[in-house]
């Protein structure tokens, strides 16, 4: 690995601060480094900066610096790039330890230097894909890594969402919204919803209600290989469809959207001293009195 991008949480001090050690640490072992154009900024200008979408198709690795949340926008960088390729992502969190971002700020250079050397394993995550349709026409597309969400304004009554599975109907959900999360968005907000914890390895989606209507509503996994279509039954409710909780776009009556497995993955490099059970253990107080 000779091409090394840097994403970083640019609002937190300590993102930019070890971004810039990082920097010098990659120069020093003369690799070439492409930092996003924000925190080049941030770095008094060291490096010309690159724009977010940019930097993906010109590196072997990218190092994200800071909470789960800007792993999850920098994975949806990379799968948008238009010659797509798979490129390991290492995430470092620099608060509490994360669901993604496992390695820890000591942890960083170690882990790095064996990164660089190739001795690294890596977690590959499916990611799916949400086509938003209006009047038979595609208005929105998005590939995500966590998960889509509809849900209702701040005011609105309950939604009413028809659902179908593979051209099978399956019902109309009364509720405050609906949940449709990958593996590794099932401890997001799928978890908060009362859906289950889905092993990331798993081959399947959630669909979970949100404070549905009808009590015996309840979370459904199907397989990845299902065509999921929800139609809005709504009239003067404000419905808000979200990808990966981060970009929002409102919803009218009649509107489809269409998820499905996305043909591009996310990989994530493991970290060498805890594994997926460990960080649930820890993040969510298991055993704990």
């Known amino acids: 690995m000779k091409r090394i991008g840097i994403y970083a949480k640019c609002s937190h001090p300590d993102a930019v601060q070890v971004a810039g050690e990082v920097l010098e640490w990659l120069e020093g072992r003369r690799l070439e480094v492409f930092a996003e154009q924000q925190l080049a900024q941030k770095l008094d200008g ?9 930097i993906p198709a010109l590196v072997d690795l990218i190092v994200v610096l800071g909470g789960d949340g800007t792993l ?3 994975a949806r960088q990379v799968a948008r790039q238009e010659n797509y390729r798979e490129i390991p992502i290492l995430g470092i969190n620099l608060g509490s330890l994360g669901f993604l971002t496992e390695i820890t700020r000591e942890e960083l250079f170690p882990c790095l230097e064996r990164v660089l050397l190739g001795n690294f394993k890596v977690s590959r995550r499916m990611m799916l894909e949400a086509v938003i349709i209006r009047d038979d026409r595609e208005i929105k597309r998005f590939i995500v890594l966590n998960d889509v969400v509809l849900n209702k304004g701040a005011i609105a ?3 009413d969402m028809e659902v179908w599975v593979d051209e099978v109907y399956l019902t109309t959900f009364k509720a405050d919204g609906l949940v449709i999360a990958t593996p590794t968005g099932s401890t997001g907000y799928n978890l908060s919803a009362g859906g289950p914890i889905i092993a990331p390895g798993l081959h399947c989606f959630v669909i979970s209600p949100i404070c549905p209507h009808m009590l015996a509503n309840r979370p459904l996994i199907v397989s990845d290989d299902s065509q999921i279509h929800v139609e809005v039954r709504c009239k003067d409710e404000h419905v808000v469809f979200t990808a990966d909780g981060q ?5 009218q009556a009649g509107d489809l959207i269409r998820v499905c497995k996305a043909q591009r993955s996310t990989l994530l490099v493991d970290s060498p001293s805890r594994d997926y059970f460990e960080v649930l253990r820890t993040k969510l107080g298991w055993g704990e009195r």
């Open 46 to 54: 060291r490096g010309p900066g690159y724009e977010r979408i940019q």
């Open 72 to 74: 999850i926008s920098v």
């Open 157 to 159: 009554r309950i939604v």
């Open 247 to 251: 970009v929002a776009v409102d919803l």
